[in-house]
């Protein structure tokens, strides 16, 4: 059987991103909108209830627009944009995320696609409240670098486009000082987390690729954990997976930096356990592209599991 599956905002980079990974699969058709008719809602309302699946790449407002022109029971919808990750009777399209997780997704219409730094702030947080390691009211600090191209065509216009206005020859910045991030809600409730996290993103002069890290006083934690307990937990609750993988202690401790690049044009997850079991204090971090696991390839996935496709297609 053959699905057809509409990307509405298909120029976009994740669009972009997404159609160049379903290109070529003789499991799916890809269906496009005349350029002329984007704007036609009627017209979109017609190709989004006549498709098996849609991936929103839009803007929140544009996104909830899309979804109120669906009234095809039977459509599934993928939104990439922020505007349901937290809404009710949407699914958050984390596989890995819980056990019961694969099979909510394979079970809904409605599936809300996890944000880049999301899915490597829960990597890593889940797994260890889960299991009672980490208490949900923890004060927790999320640290954060990605590639330019998560901001979308505006910020890759500042790092990329001398003759732009908004042109910045800086090679790091921070930003969202004010930490009311639309990321900040998405973490506390899909981690289960009781408190607030402070979440530091920061950008740097490359396009793609991303570094998220998660330091923790293990002193402050209940039980006494080590690094090894950490990891342990980690280990166990990803162990068979594809996509998301736990570096041996020893691979961690041999490192001596860590590339954000070097995951890139993939849909893997690294997580790793570093710190000082002498001096209490543990620092977790997640290696993924942004454009990868922390977008398009999780959408891909995403669609192959709403469709009752093989998980890796396409990946």
């Not at 009781?194 to 993103?201: G, L």
């Not at 342990?232 to 961690?252: C, I, K, N, Q, T």
């Not at 977008?295 to 009752?308: C, E, H, I, P, R």
Request: with cysteine; glycine share 10%.
């Amino acid at each position: 059987m053959v699905h057809t599956v509409f990307i509405d905002g298909e120029a976009g980079t994740t669009g972009l991103q997404i159609r160049e990974r379903l290109a070529g699969r003789r499991d799916l058709d890809l269906v496009s909108i005349a350029p002329e008719k984007r704007k036609d809602a009627g017209a979109r309302a017609d190709l989004l209830n006549a498709v098996d699946a849609v991936i929103l790449c839009l803007p929140d407002d544009a996104a909830k627009e899309a979804v109120s022109l669906v009234s095809n029971p039977a459509v599934r919808i993928i939104d990439a944009s922020t505007a349901h990750r937290t809404a009710p009777g949407w699914v958050y399209g984390f596989a890995e995320l819980a056990d019961e997780q694969r099979a909510a997704i394979a079970g809904t219409t409605r599936l809300s696609n996890p944000g880049c730094y999301p899915t490597g702030m829960l990597g890593l947080v889940r797994p260890l409240v889960d299991a009672g390691i980490l208490p949900a009211d923890t004060p927790l600090s999320v640290n954060a670098v990605s590639g330019y191209s998560g901001g979308g065509k505006a910020m890759i216009a500042e790092f990329e486009d001398e003759t732009s206005p908004s042109f910045t020859p800086v090679a790091f910045r921070i930003y969202a000082m004010g930490l009311e991030h639309k990321h900040v809600a998405e973490m506390q409730q899909h981690g289960r987390l009781a408190r607030r996290p402070i979440f530091a993103p920061s950008v740097g002069r490359y396009a793609q690729g991303m570094i998220v890290e998660v330091p923790l006083h293990l002193d402050l934690l209940p039980g006494a954990p080590t690094l090894a307990h950490l990891h342990e937990a980690l280990a166990d609750h990803y162990a068979g997976e594809r996509f998301v993988e736990v570096a041996s202690p020893e691979e961690a401790a041999a490192l001596k930096t860590l590339d954000p690049e070097g995951l890139n044009d993939t849909n893997r997850l690294r997580l790793f356990v570093f710190g000082s079991d002498r001096g209490r204090q543990a620092r977790l971090v997640a290696l993924l592209d942004n454009l990868g696991k922390g977008a398009s390839g999780a959408a891909v996935q995403n669609l192959n599991l709403m469709l009752g496709l093989d998980e890796t297609a396409g990946l």
